[in-house]
């Protein structure tokens, strides 16, 4: 069965190639390369034995996509990474984060319901509940205003799947990530961030390695144990086996629900300064860092209850805060050498 991976040469598509190859899914991968390497594709290959099919293909034009889809008319379902995912880049860049991730979701939708299987699985983001008012958060919490133009065009993005959903062929899961940090154990895929990191594990690790003079802690005046910001930290690899459950889940038709909703994360918030802690602890590396001001967009704190997830798609995470970092300090070491 053939599926598209929209950025799967990225972060957490890279990864969810990999899983979707080990259970045996043809794979074709869209990717602009703009936040990627085409080397992925060789680290995709050594891992699972076969080289994903790619088209390298921007999502924000309109007839790029028809074409890719003319081409690929069998697609059994496909899953969508594609889109710029910075906070603070979308603050300071508001229209291209609309462009790049609400044109592109359309383009592809539009495609997509003209097939006879329309199975849609949307990269979403636990930044659609905004400060939620109680932890853990669970997917009925209210959906708050966004803090950054990033939040908003994941709550658009829902908005339009559920809209196009009521009136086509289209069924869709959406999965609300929370951090996703780590990478595969063979060290072959990892976070590749293309300039300065926007995320925190990798300015860790880069810092560690020496490719960085510091570490930039965004405040610590929040009210927490630390007055550091709290987060869900969840390892890449259970993340990407969470997408291959949720599109067997639509291709078996076992979904409830024209759009349903899952929160993927571990149900354990941890702070900036206990994962620079739990770094230094498993690297042996002393990690430097400062505190500076709060970022802008930044919620206090945001970490899952992730029942809905086991109980209903039978999935749950399966390594720790520690094997993340141990696997991303890994990962590090090999794109350096």
Known sequence: ?????????????????????????????????????????????????????????????????????????????????????????????????????????????????????????????????????????????????????????????????????????????????????????SAEIGELPLGVPQNLVPFITQTAIGLRKELSVFGNDYPTVDGTCIRDYIHVVDLAKAHVVALQRLLDKQNLEKVETFNLGTGTGSSVLEVIHAFEKISGQKVQYKIVDRREGDVVQAYANTDKAREILGWNTELSLEDALASAWKWEQKVRS
């Open 1 to 185: 069965m053939k599926v598209v991976v929209t950025g799967g040469l990225g972060f957490i598509g890279s990864h969810t190639v990999v899983e979707l190859q080990n259970q045996g899914f043809e794979v074709v991968v869209i990717d602009n390369l703009s936040n990627a390497s085409i080397s992925v594709l060789d680290g995709i290959e050594k891992i699972t034995g076969k080289k994903p099919f790619f088209e390298n293909i921007d999502l924000r034009e309109k007839g790029s996509v028809q074409n890719f889809f003319q081409k690929h008319s069998d697609t059994v379902g496909l899953i969508h990474f594609a889109a710029s995912k910075a906070v603070g880049e979308s603050v300071g860049n508001p229209l291209l984060y609309y462009e790049n991730n609400i044109n592109t979701l359309v383009y592809v939708l539009q495609e997509l319901i003209a097939l006879p299987q329309a199975n849609f699985i949307f990269s979403s983001s636990c930044t659609v509940y905004g400060q939620a008012e109680t932890m853990p958060i669970t997917e009925d919490a209210s959906v708050q205003p966004a803090m950054s133009p990033y939040g908003n065009t994941k709550q658009i993005g829902e908005e339009i799947i559920k809209d196009v959903a009521r009136v086509t062929n289209l069924s869709s899961v959406l999965l609300r990530y929370f951090n996703p940090i780590g990478a595969h154990p």
